[in-house]
């Protein structure tokens, strides 16, 4: 079946740091892809999108490019602050249904 | 500005008890859908509608019912409530097509004790 996999947790870096967290799906089609971040004691909120092949999805400084030769959405960001602590979700959706499926979740922990 | 409003957003409950969750939201999304989080498993889908009147069961239905009588709300029903139950319950809506981003609640944390 579909499957959104994550590289896991809990990731800790130094402020200023450079932040990679992988994701790979497998779904027969082409899905669109979705980074969600969930800060402490809050819902899930949209942080970037990519809706086909080699769309690059950006938002706060994060980046993310829908690879579809390797199945993989992962996300980047060059600089990580403290703020950006939180729980990170890749995630696909198919075009034929609206199910979002989700990927385990990568917690940040982002040190001064 | 409401979105997606939860309530409540702590319970607590006794083995065996029901209860209902609340969800609204005043976007006038076709798409709503129920998850439950727990700590290693992401978030795993409950049920989930495509539009009132209309629902479906996702990855882990067992012990809880939906109904989807308006647009706006989507409860979802703990029959007899277990200690397998405990979780963070996450409540969706979306339009279509399904490129467009999820909106969720802010989670109601389940406690059966």
């Known amino acids: 079946g579909d499957s959104v996999t994550q590289m896991e947790g809990p990731v800790t870096l130094s402020e200023e740091a450079f932040l990679t967290i992988n994701c790979t799906y497998t779904?027969?089609?082409?899905?669109?892809l979705f980074w969600y971040v969930q800060y402490p004691g809050e819902g899930l909120q949209l942080l970037l999108k990519?809706?086909?092949?080699?769309d690059k999805g950006s938002n706060k400084g994060f980046e993310a490019t829908y690879r579809k030769e390797t199945t993989s959405f992962h996300l980047e960001k060059g600089s990580v602050q403290v703020s950006d602590s939180a729980v990170y979700f890749c995630a696909a959706t198919k075009t034929s249904y609206d199910k979002v499926i989700f990927g385990p979740g990568t917690s940040l922990s982002v040190i001064p | 500005n409401a979105g997606v409003t939860q309530t409540p957003k702590f319970q607590v409950l006794k083995t065996g008890q029901s209860m209902t969750l609340q969800c609204a939201q005043d976007?006038?999304?076709?798409?709503m859908s129920w998850y439950r989080q727990d700590p290693g498993m992401g978030l795993r889908l409950i049920h989930y509608?495509?539009?009132?009147?209309?629902?479906d069961q996702g990855e882990v239905p067992n012990g809880y019912n939906v109904s989807r009588s308006t647009t706006e709300d989507f409860p979802l029903r703990l029959l007899s409530a277990a200690p397998s139950q405990t979780s963070v319950y996450f409540c969706?809506?979306?339009?279509?097509?399904?490129?467009?981003?999820?909106?969720f609640g802010q989670g109601t944390r389940l406690t059966v004790v």
């Open positions: 990519a809706t086909k092949a080699d």
């Open positions: 779904a027969t089609g082409y899905p669109s």
């Open positions: 509608s495509v539009g009132a009147g209309i629902t």
């Open positions: 969706a809506s979306s339009s279509p097509p399904a490129n467009t981003e999820a909106f």
């Open positions: 976007m006038n999304h076709e798409y």
